[in-house]
Each structure stands twice: as structure tokens, then as C-alpha cells.
């Protein structure tokens, strides 16, 4: 079983629509959770941290349920700014490094 | 603020000839460094990670090696690159200390090995 495991979709979704990701974790002692955005050939950017059973900014909402080891992410009227690379990525409980999903691509067409 | 800076930005090397990729943080001191290649449509592998100077974790075994000459410093480097080293190096940094985890990526080097 992979550490991280995303969807890799891709997810195609109208302008305006919410759509969810989800992630699962194989580490139970996991504490910190983060989900990044890639665009098409460039670097990972940290889209929201995870550290208690949620986060919200903007319209974007992550949620994490410890007892079945996921994370989701939750877009709300997708923007097609939106359309990206969307990586789970899970602290090891050492705490040095991160482990990433192979990420979740979204499309959001007019 | 904190910013993190990458060379080259595009790299094409024949099979056989050596590697130096650089990479320099600013704004922070004693951070933790980070070398990553990400393959053509593949997730980050973690290649090294340095929590101080002259201190390496190596993840993969491979030809690859990295240094950290300075604090804000940290090199990749082989003396013979494979047509399997292509790909996207990212190096990223985090906090040396404190709760948070966030680790923050440069640009990037994409190499393509011919």
C-alpha cells in the first residue's frame, strides 16, 4: 500500500461547481497534513495546512478524519484559475520530511 | 521574507558528462533543505535532506550526491549522469524549528539527460 494515495483523475468539472478530493494515509501516527497546488511544469505551492480536524480559506476547505485516515479538499465554484495538480501531502511523524501523493488533476472548463 | 533560488532553470546533458545543480535560500537561517526530482508524470521523490551544514540524508541509492557547503546552500551533483536521471529537481526548505511542517519549493531545474 502507497504512504499517500490520490485519485489521479483527471476530474473535468463546469465553472461554478464544487468538487472534492480526497486522500488516504497509511501512517497512523501522522500528525500534520498539507495539500499543495502544481501547475503544468512548475514547482508545488502550499495551498493549506492541515494541523486539527479542518482548515477553510476561501473556498476552499480541507478536512481530516484521523479514525479513517483521510484528508479531503473541498473547491467551491471552481474558477478555471482553478485547473491544476492538486498533491495530499502527509508529515512523517519523525517530522523531517513530507510525503507526497502522486496528486489529483482537476480541469475546469467553461 | 523568505525566497529560494534554483540554476539553472533548464539543463540538457549527454549521457556520461557530470551534474551541478545549485540551490540558495534567503530571509532564514538554519534551515532544512530538501532535493526532490519529480519524473515525467510522476509524484516528488525525495532524494537528500539536510538539517545543517555539511549534514546529508541520502533517500535513494544512485549516482546522485548533495552537499551543503554553507547554510543556505545545498548542491546535487553526479560525475555521471543515465538517461533515468531526467526529470524535474526541486529543492524546497522548511523551518529548522518550530511546529510547522510547511516546506516551501524553488523554481526548479527540469534536466533532460540525451
Known amino acids: 500500500r502507497k504512504e499517500v494515495e490520490q485519485d489521479p483523475g483527471p476530474f473535468n468539472v463546469p465553472e461554478g461547481a464544487t468538487v472534492a478530493f480526497n486522500c488516504t494515509y497509511s501512517?497512523?501516527?501522522?500528525?500534520?497534513f498539507f495539500w499543495y497546488r502544481q501547475d503544468c511544469r512548475k514547482e508545488p505551492k502550499l495551498l493549506m495546512s492541515?494541523?486539527?480536524s479542518g482548515n477553510e480559506d476561501g473556498r476552499f476547505t480541507a478536512q481530516l478524519n484521523r479514525a479513517s485516515q483521510y484528508i479531503s479538499l473541498l473547491i467551491r465554484d471552481s474558477k478555471l484559475s482553478d485547473s491544476a495538480t492538486y498533491l495530499c501531502?502527509?508529515?512523517?511523524?519523525?517530522?523531517?520530511?513530507?510525503?507526497f501523493g502522486g496528486g489529483t488533476r482537476l480541469m475546469v472548463k467553461p | 521574507s523568505q525566497t529560494i533560488h534554483q540554476w539553472p532553470a533548464t539543463l540538457v546533458q549527454p549521457v556520461g558528462s557530470p551534474l551541478s545543480l545549485e540551490c540558495t535560500v534567503e530571509?532564514?537561517?538554519?534551515?532544512?533543505l530538501y532535493w526532490y526530482r519529480q519524473a515525467a508524470g510522476r509524484g516528488l521523490q525525495l532524494l537528500f535532506y539536510?538539517?545543517?551544514?555539511?549534514?546529508i540524508s541520502s533517500e535513494v541509492p544512485q549516482n546522485l550526491s548533495a552537499s551543503r557547503p554553507q547554510d543556505r546552500q545545498f548542491i546535487l551533483s553526479s560525475k555521471k549522469l543515465l538517461l533515468s536521471d531526467s526529470g524535474f529537481y526541486l529543492c524546497?526548505?522548511?523551518?529548522?524549528?518550530?511546529?510547522?511542517?510547511?516546506?516551501?519549493f524553488g523554481p526548479g531545474t527540469r534536466l533532460t539527460v540525451t
Open positions: 524546497a526548505w522548511r523551518r529548522g524549528s518550530g511546529a510547522t511542517y510547511e516546506q516551501y
Open positions: 501512517n497512523s501516527a501522522s500528525q500534520s
Open positions: 492541515v494541523y486539527s
Open positions: 501531502v502527509v508529515n512523517s511523524p519523525a517530522g523531517n520530511m513530507l510525503t
Open positions: 530571509g532564514t537561517s538554519n534551515p532544512n
Open positions: 539536510s538539517v545543517g551544514i555539511g549534514q
